[in-house]
Nanobody, 122 residues
Framework: QVQLVESGGGLVQAGGSLRLSCAVS????????MGWFRQAPGKEREFVANITMSAGSTYYSDSVKGRFSISRDNAKNTVYLQMNSLKPDDTAVYYCAASLAYGLAESDYHYWGQGTQVTVSS
């Protein structure tokens, strides 16, 4: 069983920064590509960013490109999401997810964390 635990969410003013972390346990972390998704109130969950198993490749949604950065530390079994220049529209519950493949859809991911709330005030 793979367990994912997010942390680092909170309340921040527009223009500020936060770094989310996702600690993974239970299986060999480097086997998985990792993704971040988010779900705003009243909206469907959407893809934010992902990173391949070796961290050789990353991909971002257009809405966060240039502001967010995903990274991973395979020695610490942790994936990060650095979020800069935050906007009120970034307010959502952020989820990390693990995949044995690599993709942008929720269905590509096999394991999910419980989510962490990010609130950006204007």
């Amino acid at each position: 069983q793979v367990q994912l635990v997010e942390s680092g969410g909170g309340l921040v003013q527009a223009g500020g920064s936060l770094r989310l972390s996702c600690a993974v346990s239970g299986r060999t972390f480097s086997m998985y590509s990792m993704g971040w998704f988010r779900q705003a109130p009243g909206k469907e969950r959407e893809f934010v960013a992902n990173i391949t198993m070796s961290a050789g490749s990353t991909y971002y949604s257009d809405s966060v490109k240039g502001r967010f950065s995903i990274s991973r530390d395979n020695a610490k079994n942790t994936v990060y999401l650095q979020m800069n220049s935050l906007k009120p529209d970034d307010t959502a519950v952020y989820y990390c997810a693990a995949s044995l493949a690599y993709g942008l859809a929720e269905s590509d991911y096999h394991y999910w964390g419980q989510g962490t709330q990010v609130t950006v005030s204007s």
